[in-house]
């Protein structure tokens, strides 16, 4: 018998495992493709011309990002690690005067010792920490067993169907949203940390069995929290941003219920037709169980009353909640979830130990950090200033109202490049305004709000576009795959829908003033 061959227990003769092993050549290796993809990518970018207009060092940082977002898509290594290798690469080069005198990623980087501050400079963001806190939010609502008693609940009254459970999903991030300017503490810690006891009452998990149930009701929660972030000026603390730089920039005055009248043409078709658009789109396993809720209120029962830890953990909930709601003058919404964070510990919601070893939160906060970092350099090199120029250079000659739309989606495509809606509206909206007051005959309430309403509805585009989406991507029901897509189908929707409904309401509405 040849030596490569073997004779297992039955007789049969098999090749051993190593041979049955054997990788193909190390160059066609799907990993080793994923890996150098990323790499390829940025490469080819940074050895093409400059566009004119545009510093060496912009061009460069641009190849680098755009590299770190195939290494996202790719994923030959997880997220958070993608996100520590594009930082060190360009902390690494950032101190050296690659180009024209210039820094790579900050015009301010002298020393060393400043890369080292900006490749950090993410862990200081407060979304950041609030995206932690929810996490945090969770782990409390599974330790004490309250996210199950509440999903339980739920489940009990409307778990005959699934549609069912996507619209009380809907509606209690639409109450919250009015009073909730953190759609990160509204979605992301008040929301998911108790959505996230649903899925497995139905046996599904993260993995395999995710699309029975689990998958449905995070993408229905993640997109509901986009709208209802454009839904509200107090719904989203970027649009309050906003409406004072379309204060300064073109002299328009937006009022709270100026907003809720101009969206909500387009806010509440979304809102009344997502849950179902989620049904039919990412369709879930489980549509009907009528035993389900008899179960549920069996598994109830068998839970008895609410234990000391439930009732503290919910005080803990509400105390979040009402500060957010009504303190936000005076506590941020980060230090509200820090302060219920060691309230949880100290009370022995949690332990330290808990907190230590809940890898899913640790890892959203390097990736995240580290995302937000390297979206902020967009910005500090000029790209962004440089490229939203150039595209209303493009549209010279065409009609005001066709600028106007143009202007819109281009401002929502570049969100693809910001890691956070404050940091695009900062470095994006005067831009675009500025643009849009070169045009004579441009209507200018109708340009601010179409800009400003589409905030938070492009937050749905990637996993990490808005506070919340790291959240729920991390959640691991909706797979890397699944969430790009879905982003660029639900993104296309919600524009859609923002210039079909939007521009002529909004014109009918606004018909006097114009730029």
């Keep these: ?76 290594v997880p997220a958070a690690a993608v996100g520590v290798i594009g930082v060190t690469a360009i902390a690494v080069l950032a101190p050296y005067a690659l180009f024209d005198a210039r820094q790579l990623a900050d015009p301010a980087f002298k020393e060393p010792a400043e890369a080292v501050a900006w490749a950090l400079a993410g862990f200081s963001n407060d979304t950041v920490w609030l995206i932690f806190g929810a996490f945090m939010f969770a782990l409390g609502y599974e330790k004490t067993g309250l996210g199950k008693r509440i999903g339980l609940l739920l489940v009990r009254s409307l778990g005959g169907r699934t549609l069912g459970l996507g619209y009380a999903i809907m509606v209690s991030d639409l109450i919250l949203a009015p009073f909730t300017p953190s759609n990160t503490a509204r979605s992301g810690g008040t929301i998911f940390p108790i959505i996230r006891n649903i899925p497995a009452l139905y046996d599904s998990r993260p993995g395999p069995t995710s699309r029975r149930i689990g998958a449905y009701v995070m993408w229905t929660a993640f997109s509901t929290t986009c709208i209802t972030s454009s839904m509200f000026l107090t719904a989203l603390a970027p649009n309050l941003l906003a409406v004072e730089l379309v204060r300064k920039t073109i002299k328009v005055d937006i009022s709270w ?225 699944d969430f790009w897509t879905l982003g660029l189908i639900f993104g296309t929707i919600f524009l859609a829908a923002l210039l079909i409904i939007g521009v002529p309401t909004l014109l009918a509405l606004n018909p006097v003033t114009i730029l």
């Design 257 to 481: 219920t100026q907003w809720l009248v101009g969206f909500l043409p387009v806010g509440l078709p979304l809102l009344l037709l997502l849950p179902l658009l989620v049904f039919v789109i990412y369709p879930p396993e489980i549509r009907r169980s009528p035993e389900v809720p008899k179960w549920a209120a069996a598994e109830l029962a068998t839970m008895g009353p609410l234990s000391r830890h439930e009732v503290v953990m919910a005080a803990l909930v509400v105390l979040a909640l009402m500060l957010w709601i009504f303190a936000g003058g005076v506590i941020g919404a980060t230090i509200v979830a820090l302060v219920v964070i060691s309230l949880m510990v100290m009370t022995g919601v949690v332990t330290w130990d808990d907190v230590l070893t809940d890898r899913p939160a640790w890892n959203v906060l390097v990736w995240f950090a580290t995302l937000v970092t390297l979206a902020s350099g967009l910005n500090k090199v000029g790209f962004i200033t440089w490229f939203a120029k150039t595209a209303a250079a493009m549209l010279v000659g065409l009609s005001p109202i066709a600028v106007m739309v143009v202007l819109v989606i281009l401002f929502f495509v570049v969100h693809y490049m910001f890691a956070s809606s404050t940091a695009h509206t900062t470095a994006v909206l005067p831009v675009v305004l500025a643009a849009g007051a070169a045009v004579p005959g441009l209507p200018a309430t109708v340009l601010a709000l179409l800009l400003v309403f589409s905030l938070g509805l492009m937050g749905v585009i990637t996993p990490y576009a808005t506070g919340p989406a790291p959240v729920y991507f991390g959640s691991g029901y909706v797979s890397r795959k």
């Design 1 to 76: 018998m040849p030596p490569d061959l073997v004779v297992d227990m039955t007789g049969t003769v098999q090749a051993p495992p190593a041979v049955a092993r054997i990788p193909g050549p190390f160059l066609l290796r799907p990993l080793v493709w994923k890996a150098l993809a990323p790499v390829l990518v940025a490469g080819a970018i940074a050895f093409c011309p400059v566009p004119a207009g545009l510093q060496p060092n912009a061009w460069l940082y641009f190849a680098l990002f755009t590299g770190v977002i195939a290494g996202l898509i790719l994923e030959p």
